[in-house]
């Protein structure tokens, strides 16, 4: 089964940075297109930034030029590094590993852009 653990969520004031990572166990990482989602309070979630394994990217109009997402497959990470953060990135991040038909999800770490 593979499992996938988020970290790096906080509280950060406006203009300030974070580094999200996922780092999953139970799978071949380097296979998966890894994928970071955000879900807003009453909001459906949304897809932020995707990596292929060929390292290919690609990102919401809202983060580009903002975020930037990375992996390290001889750490089966996945990064999110998020720069000038504003309120309406408030959010709870998912991770996600999709192969063929096989998708799977961590269990989420709050990110909260407030002064």
């Known amino acids: 089964q593979v499992q996938l653990v988020e970290s790096g969520g906080g509280l950060v004031q406006p203009g300030g940075s974070l580094r999200l990572s996922c780092t999953t166990s139970g799978g071949i990482f380097s296979f998966f297109t890894m994928a970071w989602y955000q879900q807003a309070p009453g909001n459906q979630r949304e897809l932020v930034a995707t990596?292929?394994?060929?390292?290919?990217?690609n990102y919401a109009d809202s983060v580009k030029g903002r975020f930037t997402i990375s992996r390290d497959n001889a750490k089966n990470t996945v990064y999110l590094h998020m720069n000038s953060l504003k309120s309406e990135d408030t959010a709870v991040y998912y991770c996600?590993?999709?192969?063929?038909?096989?998708?799977?999800w961590g269990q989420g770490t709050q990110v909260t852009v407030s002064s």
């Open positions: 990596i292929t394994p060929a390292r290919l990217t």
């Open positions: 996600n590993a999709r192969k063929l038909q096989q998708s799977y």
